[in-house]
C-alpha cells in the first residue's frame, strides 16, 4: 500500500477542517436564526392567541322567561257630544266619525235634516229636550251593539252580559268586559229575582234568556225614545179632540118638546155655534 504524500494529507485535512467548520458556522447561525425565527414565531402565536380572546366582561343575559299580558285597547268612552252624534247615525241622518264634533258642518247638517224629517223645525239648533233624548238615545244604540256583537271571546261576552245587566237595571258599573265581583253580584241578583236561584254563574241556557230578555227592553226603549222626539214636532192635541159630542136631553112637558140649547163657550157670542179649530 502506497502511503499518500504529505502535503496532499495536510490538504485534505485542510480542506475537511473547513468544511466541518463550515457545516460548524452555518448549523451555528442557523440556530441562531432558528432560534430567533422560531421564539418570533412563538411570540406572534402566543400573542395572538391572547389578543383573539377577549378580555373578561361581565355579561347580562337576558332572561328567556316570557309573560304573556294581554294588552287591553279601551275604547274611548263615550261623552255627551258623542252620544249625540252616535244617536243621529243610528236615526241615519249622520255619516260621520264619531268625533264629538257637534259644531261641524257634518253634525249640524244631520241635526237640521232630523229637525225637518220630524217637523221640528228647519234649523240645525236643538232644542234642550231634543238633546237629553238623543244623548239617551245613544246610549241606547251603543247598548244595542253591544247585545247583538258577535264573538264567544272573554271580552265580547264579558260587554254583552254586563250590558244586559245594565239595560235590565242590575249593573251599575262601567261596561269593560272584566266580570269581577261586581259582575257576579249584579248575575245573582238577576237569577234571584228572575226566580232561577242566587248563583253568580250563568250557564248557557241562563245567559241566552239574559241577552235575550235584555234586548226586548232596549229595543222598547229605543222606539220609545224615537217616538218622543218624532212627538216634538206636532202641535198639542186637546183631550176632547176625537170624542163624540154630549148629545142634549129633551125634556116633553105634556105635548110640546122643551128644548135645551147649547150655551157656547165664549159668553161674548152667545148666538153663535162653537166651532172646533182642529178639522
Known sequence: MKKA??????????LCGTLAYADFADGLVGGLVGGAVGSVITNEVYNSKKSSQPRYRPVHRKSHKKYHTTKRVSAPVMNDAMKIQKALKGLGFYHGALDGEVNSFETR?????????Y???NT???RPEERDTLIYLGTLFAFDRNLIARGNDKITRGKRIQTALKVLGFYHGTIDGSVGPMTRNAIAAYQQAYGMGASPQLD???EYQLISNARTANDKNINDSIASLKAMGRPAVPQNIGQPAPKPQDDTVGSQPKVIQMQPANAAQPN???QSQYR
Not at 502535503?7 to 485535512?13: E, F, K, N, R, V
Not at 247638517?109 to 224629517?117: D, G
Open 5 to 14: 504524500p504529505l502535503s496532499l494529507t495536510l490538504t485534505g485535512l485542510l
Open 109 to 117: 247638517t244631520a241635526i237640521k235634516e232630523m229637525n225637518n224629517a
Open 119 to 121: 217637523g221640528i223645525g
Open 124 to 126: 240645525a239648533a236643538l
Open 204 to 206: 248557557f241556557e241562563a
Open 272 to 274: 153663535r155655534p162653537v
